[in-house]
């Protein structure tokens, strides 16, 4: 019985095979959309978890209480390690961590790479993979290293390194011995190194960390703790979040918290001191579409299989006739559906195949299948399965409930039978598709928003440098022979880039204060031309400048901190920050550097030429840019020759903030796009269907004199009825989809009102084309031959 339903269910595939194609290319293209958007999805929520303490492992962050709300802070102070042991015993270990880079040199190989100075228990924590080396020993020695298995490879070659020497150069050069070799890290894991320092030798040479040691109000590390299994995270939290209060009595109100390890990558965002989701928001909504297009593509199959149910009644009533019940007959239809199911699948396999380098390209990962997993292939099966069921279980009961009399006396009339429930399935595609369309033009205009907000700088030809201590030592001769050589415009240093925020601190009292009032500011600390260099509008008073020598004790504030603070002539005012009283010498416009989503922040502006990690210089204007880039570097390499000459140009970075949503929104249009050219596909195959059905009545209607214009009318009407349902259902959905979208962004647009009737168009412009290609079609036949027609 089941080789006979496989033969029929064949012949019916080549008999008709148009209609094949349309179902299995359309299954193919809404199944391999579904897998790479499942694949994508599946790597968000797998992050972090090749670390097998996933669930309890937690990050201490600060929730700092401000005039604009609660801010949470991932840096805590260094003093803070030891006291989360003594507080609470639920507490199994605690690790201290820093990251920067280092110069690390073998011989003649020179390598900049990006690490972690960590304690000790930071191996027993995060229980990287080693490779070679004792975890519980590799950090003990202050002189030694551990390297990623890449690093390793690049340093000594196939060469094994434990036991070996590598100078590393942060601040002066140190000769440190190799102790261990991990794995490189997965790229789904939120922390990225290339080696690992033991915290103690941070501590023994630099200064500023020595001064940190018993600094409540210093927030420059991560803390990181591993709870004891079956401890309650809230009861714990609860327990530490009064420790920042009870040893500082700086002006700050802050409680600490644990952010999970299994939320760094899904719940990044927090507002007013509360998770406000992040990328968990992208993972739903590209789950929900995986989830449309497959929907949309099981109804092509439904609406084609009804559509053409009378060309197999016949074939339902003999299987009665001789005996077959209605279980058999579902069973045999939803099988051929799973075949069909099936052949959809082996085709959107090799398509997936096909676009995965490009879709990789896309979204910046290493996406692959693994098709040696048992776990892949009982996917792919139950997938199989689930859309065969899903796309043939309406044709299949609607099928075996034809009476057999009927069927054999010519007296079923499928067609009209099955004409609602294929409209409420075409307009439910219709719906899916317009509401992805309104999604795509939103993100798209929330993305263009944010680009195009002024940001009170110039970005271009702005070439940011990381500094090294060569480099500081050698500013002053560096920056004079850059201007001399008419390398460079303006060149000036800080301990931040213009695109990020490194510090922030309280404000602990101003002019006009008011009691209970905080104020959180972000900090930048740099020495002379900062504005100048950047292009940043001064709008009251001075930047700093040599010829006050008193300005070691000046502030620049920005405009956002003068009216967070309600000041109205700020110049000549005192504030105190860090125990110390400031003098106010000037206003600058307000500076976008952290979130490009987010309102800018208060800031304050202080000249500390130590307190430096970033040099900007300024280029001219020149059709020769790359000639420019390499006067910049000869003289770079002349007081930094130890280094590889490495830059960044800041509207490249200024674009990066915006990476992940513009990512986000490439992929929406992209699969948006192929949804509609499903619904396209199933709606070609219902028109040509139509007028299939209306051949004759065609025939009649050109004999009597019809117009190709009304012949068009005929046939698109229905369809431009389900549109106008479709966008009536879906656009109240899609407004209040894309408000909740939009309302995680501090600066947001208002859903513009046009998108909507644009939908609409867009949706009623598709249809009318493809149903006019079969109206043409249709009146282009010889009447005669539509009237002979059976």
């Known amino acids: 019985m089941l080789s006979n339903y496989f033969k029929i269910a064949l012949r019916t595939l080549l008999r008709n095979t148009s209609y094949s194609l349309i179902n299995i290319s359309g299954l193919a293209i809404g199944i391999a959309c579904s897998i790479l958007i499942l694949l994508w999805v599946y790597d968000e929520l797998t992050f972090n978890q090749s670390f097998t303490k996933y669930d309890l492992i937690h990050q201490v962050k600060i929730n700092t209480k401000t005039d604009n709300g609660i801010i949470t802070g991932p840096s805590t102070p260094m003093p803070l390690k030891d006291r989360l042991l003594q507080q609470d015993n639920r507490i ?10 280092a110069l690390l040199t073998v011989g003649d190989k ?46 000594f070659g196939n060469e094994d390194p434990i036991g070996r020497m590598v100078q590393v150069k942060i601040e002066n050069n140190e000769e440190l011995k190799v102790t261990g070799i991990i794995a490189d890290l997965r790229s789904n894991a939120s922390i990225k190194l290339d080696f690992i320092l033991p915290f103690t030798y941070f501590e023994a040479t630099s200064i500023w960390v ?33 420790l920042i209060k009870q040893n500082t009595s700086d002006s700050r109100d802050a409680e600490l918290i ?71 007959l579902i069973g045999q239809f939803i099988g051929e559906s799973i075949i069909i199911s099936a052949l959809a699948f082996i085709l959107s396999i090799v398509l997936v195949e096909l676009v995965r380098p490009f879709y990789n390209e896309l979204i910046g990962k290493n996406l692959t299948i693994d098709y040696l997993s048992p776990m892949i292939w009982m996917f792919g099966l139950a997938l199989i399965i689930i859309t065969g069921f899903l796309a043939g279980s309406y044709p299949a009961f609607y099928l075996s409930s034809f009476q057999p009399a009927k069927i054999l006396k010519g007296k079923l009339q499928a067609g009209q039978s099955t004409n609602l429930p294929r409209k409420v399935l ?3 595609q219709f719906s899916f598709s317009i509401l992805l369309i309104i999604g795509t033009v939103v993100i798209y205009q929330q993305i263009e928003h944010l680009k195009n907000r002024e940001i009170g700088y110039d970005k271009e030809n ?80 001075r930047d700093f400048s040599e010829t006050f020598k008193s300005d070691t004790a000046a502030i620049i504030l920005n405009k956002a901190a003068v009216n967070a603070m309600n000041l109205t002539d700020p110049i000549g005012d005192r504030l105190q920050m860090w125990g110390q009283s400031w003098n106010i010498i000037g206003v600058m416009d307000d500076v976008l550097m952290g979130s490009g989503s987010r309102n800018i922040d208060p800031m304050v502006m202080i000249m500390d030429p130590t307190w430096s990690n970033t040099i900007t210089v300024r280029l001219a204007k020149t059709d020769d840019l790359s000639g420019s880039i390499k006067r910049v570097e000869s003289i770079f390499k002349k007081y930094n020759p130890d280094y590889p000459f490495e830059y960044r140009f800041a509207d490249e970075e200024f674009q990066q903030k915006f990476n992940g949503i513009t990512m986000i929104s490439t992929l929406t249009s992209t699969f948006a796009a192929l949804a509609m050219f499903i619904t396209g596909l199933g709606l070609f195959g219902m028109a040509a269907f139509t007028a299939e059905q209306r051949t004759k009545e065609i025939g009649i209607r050109k004999v009597m004199g019809a117009s190709l214009s009304s012949l068009l009318f005929m046939l698109s009407k229905d369809f431009s009825k389900m549109v106008l349902l479709a966008f009536i259902l879906s656009a109240p959905l899609a407004w209040w989809a894309a408000n909740q979208f939009l309302v995680s962004y501090q600066v947001r647009i208002q859903v513009p009102w046009w998108v909507f009737p644009m939908a609409g168009m867009i949706s009623l412009f598709i249809t009318l084309m493809i149903v006019s290609t079969q109206a043409i079609k249709a009146s282009m036949r010889n009447p005669v031959d539509s009237l002979r027609s059976e």
């Open 462 to 541: 702005l070439m940011l440098i990381w500094s090294t201590s060569d480099i500081e030592k050698n500013f002053r001769p560096l920056k004079q022979e850059l201007l001399n050589a008419g390398a460079a415009l303006s060149i000036c240093k800080s301990n931040a880039p213009v695109t990020r925020i490194f510090a922030s601190s309280p404000i602990e009292g101003w002019t006009g204060m008011q009691p209970g009032q905080h104020i959180e500011v972000n900090n930048i600390a740099t020495e002379y031309d900062y504005t100048k260099t950047l292009g940043i509008k001064m709008l009251a008073g």
């Open 210 to 242: 020595q001064h940190a040691r018993d600094n409540w109000s210093n927030n420059a590390f991560d803390i990181f703790v591993e709870l004891l299994p079956g401890a309650n995270k809230t009861e714990v939290e609860k327990s530490i979040s009064n």
């Open 426 to 428: 075409v307009t439910l």
């Open 258 to 328: 644990l952010h999970p390890m299994s939320h760094w990558r899904l719940y990044n965002n927090f507002e007013n001191g509360k998770e406000s989701g992040g990328l968990i928001d992208y993972v739903r909504i590209f789950s929900g579409v995986a989830i449309f297009i497959l929907v949309i593509a099981c109804i092509n199959f439904m609406n084609l299989a009804t559509a053409r149910s009378e060309h197999r009644a016949r074939e339902v009533g003999i299987r009665k006739s001789v005996g077959s019940n209605r279980y058999q």
């Open 110 to 155: 020179k390598i900049t790479k990006r690490g972690m100075d960590a304690s000790e228990d930071y191996l027993q924590i995060f229980d990287f993979k080693m490779l070679e080396g004792d975890r519980t020993t590799a950090l003990k020695d202050p002189h030694s290293i551990i390297l990623t298995q890449s690093t390793a490879t690049a340093l």
């Open 92 to 101: 199994q270990r605690v690790a201290i961590a820093i990251g920067q880079s």
